[in-house]
């Protein structure tokens, strides 16, 4: 990468897109602090402060210890980008989603799954958020055992992620290469994509009507700038304000005590508001009582305050659900958290209409009716977790 980037100082480039030491290398861009040492008596030298840079790149150095469990994994440089070409903000997320569906030790198979993904997408520029829809049928492919040909054979028939089908719609605008048509008339069935510019497609907004209504639906959040990220982002932006609501602002604890915990007689500070600082100490926690309760005791400025908490890994027993075993049951395509239920027992629906979500770090996938009939049996709920194949909807085939 360095060497790339001293070639193009010398062929005139304007600006260079670097990292802190500390941060550089890997899935992230070369490194700013040896870039400036190489060029420092070279005519086109920055003439960035180093040292500066070193004293910052040691800061991020320890902060980064916080934030190990987000690590991409990779140890070292490696070739294979050249075969799959994730790109590398995406592979530091690729390894936690994959994570998330179970797909840890199958990291290689979702690796190669991407290559061919890319190729049924047409060969995609990876940028966020096209990198996105190659990531998430990658996923899907792997979560399914799914072949490259059995993507194309069974298009019409596989609940594809939402990524993917809003790609095919033409959500993300047109790809230079156009779309792969075949697979595209197949994934959308009667659905009209979109042609030209999406958002020449969108609905208009009162943005000043709508910020008064997210005034009064959000007052925790009531600013302008707040209303934009609700625009944009809806669904993250909502559960947003839940943890806020619940939690309160947690921005100020401590980073260790926020994602590692507090041990007892560990002393930190938060700040609560502007020049006001909480001091809390964790004392002791009970044993847990007979339904799985505990109470941990903190003294919060000197005065003993206790919270009773359930213990989650007391008889925790992983819960099962039965799995579609019939033509006429629908399940999930995937592991994840059911996130929506469209439809309750004594529906009528029609083939094609939407049934349920599953959700799993940051890909979604809405399954639809495979036909059309009546609702018989809902036996999981909203918002628990399912494997795949487990079963969320019965039907009645009733055409």
């Given at each position: 990468?360095?060497?790339?980037?001293?070639?193009?100082?010398?062929a005139?480039?304007?600006?260079?897109?670097?990292?802190?030491?500390?941060?550089?290398?890997?899935?992230?861009?070369?490194?700013?602090?040896?870039?400036?040492?190489?060029?420092?008596?070279h005519?086109?030298?920055?003439?960035l402060d180093?040292?500066?840079?070193?004293?910052?790149s040691?800061?991020w150095?320890?902060?980064r210890?916080?934030?190990?469990?987000?690590?991409?994994?990779?140890?070292?440089?490696?070739?294979?980008?050249?075969?799959?070409?994730?790109?590398g903000?995406?592979?530091?997320?690729?390894?936690?989603?994959?994570?998330?569906?179970?797909?840890?030790?199958?990291?290689?198979?979702?690796?190669?799954?991407?290559?061919?993904?890319?190729?049924?997408?047409?060969?995609?520029?990876?940028?966020?958020?096209?990198?996105?829809?190659?990531g998430?049928?990658?996923l899907?492919?792997?979560?399914?055992?799914?072949?490259?040909?059995?993507?194309y054979?069974?298009?019409?028939?596989?609940?594809?992620?939402?990524?993917?089908?809003?790609?095919?719609?033409?959500?993300l605008?047109?790809?230079?290469?156009g779309f792969?048509?075949?697979?595209?008339?197949?994934?959308?069935?009667?659905?009209?994509?979109?042609?030209?510019?999406p958002?020449?497609?969108l609905?208009?907004?009162?943005?000043?009507?709508?910020?008064?209504?997210?005034?009064?639906?959000?007052?925790?959040?009531?600013?302008?700038v707040?209303?934009?990220?609700?625009?944009?982002?809806?669904?993250?932006?909502?559960?947003?304000?839940?943890?806020?609501?619940?939690?309160?602002d947690?921005?100020?604890?401590?980073?260790?005590?926020f994602?590692?915990?507090?041990?007892?007689?560990?002393?930190?500070?938060?700040?609560?508001s502007?020049?006001?600082?909480?001091?809390?100490?964790?004392?002791?926690?009970?044993?847990?009582?007979?339904?799985?309760?505990?109470?941990?005791?903190?003294?919060?400025?000197?005065?003993?305050?206790?919270?009773?908490?359930?213990?989650?890994?007391?008889?925790?027993?992983?819960?099962?659900?039965?799995?579609?075993?019939?033509?006429?049951?629908?399940?999930?395509?995937?592991?994840?958290?059911?996130?929506?239920?469209?439809?309750?027992?004594?529906?009528?629906?029609?083939?094609?209409?939407?049934?349920?979500?599953?959700?799993?770090m940051?890909?979604?996938?809405?399954?639809?009716?495979?036909?059309?009939?009546?609702?018989?049996?809902?036996?999981?709920?909203?918002?628990?977790?399912?494997?795949?194949?487990?079963?969320?909807v019965?039907?009645?085939?009733?055409?």
């Open positions: 990468q360095s060497a790339t980037y001293m070639a193009a100082v010398e005139g480039v304007d600006v260079l897109d670097c990292a802190l030491a500390a941060m550089s290398g890997l899935t992230s861009q070369p490194n700013l602090n040896a870039l400036v040492a190489a060029l420092t008596h005519e086109r030298s920055p003439g180093l040292p500066s840079l070193n004293e910052f040691n800061y150095e320890a902060i210890d916080s934030y190990y469990s987000f690590e991409s994994g990779l140890m070292a440089g490696t070739a294979e980008v050249y075969e799959h070409e994730i790109p903000g995406q592979y530091s997320n690729l390894q936690p989603q994959a994570r998330a569906l179970g797909l840890e030790n199958d990291f290689d198979r979702v690796k190669k799954n991407y290559i061919a993904a890319n190729r049924i997408l047409g060969g995609l520029i990876k940028v966020t958020p096209s990198s996105k829809v190659v998430d049928l990658a899907f492919m792997t979560s399914n055992s799914l072949t490259e040909a059995d993507v054979e069974r298009a019409d028939t596989l609940a594809f992620p939402s990524s993917v089908k809003g790609f095919l719609r033409g959500d605008g047109q790809p230079p290469k792969p048509i075949q697979f595209q008339k197949s994934v959308l069935k009667e659905e009209v994509p979109i042609s030209g510019r958002n020449d497609h609905t208009p907004c009162d943005l000043e009507e709508e910020f008064l209504v997210h005034q009064e639906r959000f007052p925790l959040k009531p600013r302008f707040d209303y934009l990220s609700s625009k944009l982002y809806p669904k993250v932006f909502e559960e947003f304000v839940a943890h806020l609501s619940q939690f309160g947690v921005s100020s604890i401590p980073t260790p005590a994602f590692f915990g507090m041990t007892p007689g560990q002393e930190v500070r938060v700040e609560i502007q020049g006001k600082k909480l001091i809390v100490e964790f004392e002791y926690v009970t044993e847990p009582d007979g339904d799985g309760m505990r109470m941990a005791y903190f003294r919060l400025n000197g005065e003993t305050r206790g919270v009773q908490v359930f213990d989650e890994t007391l008889g925790v027993t992983r819960r099962t659900h039965r799995k579609v075993t019939s033509a006429n049951e629908v399940g999930a395509p995937l592991q994840g958290k059911l996130s929506s239920l469209y439809v309750k027992v004594g529906d009528h629906v029609q083939k094609g209409d939407p049934l349920f979500v599953i959700e799993a940051k890909m979604e996938t809405s399954v639809d009716a495979p036909f059309c009939g009546s609702v018989l049996e809902l036996p999981i709920t909203s918002g628990t977790l399912v494997e795949t194949n487990d079963l969320i019965a039907l009645l085939s009733q055409c």
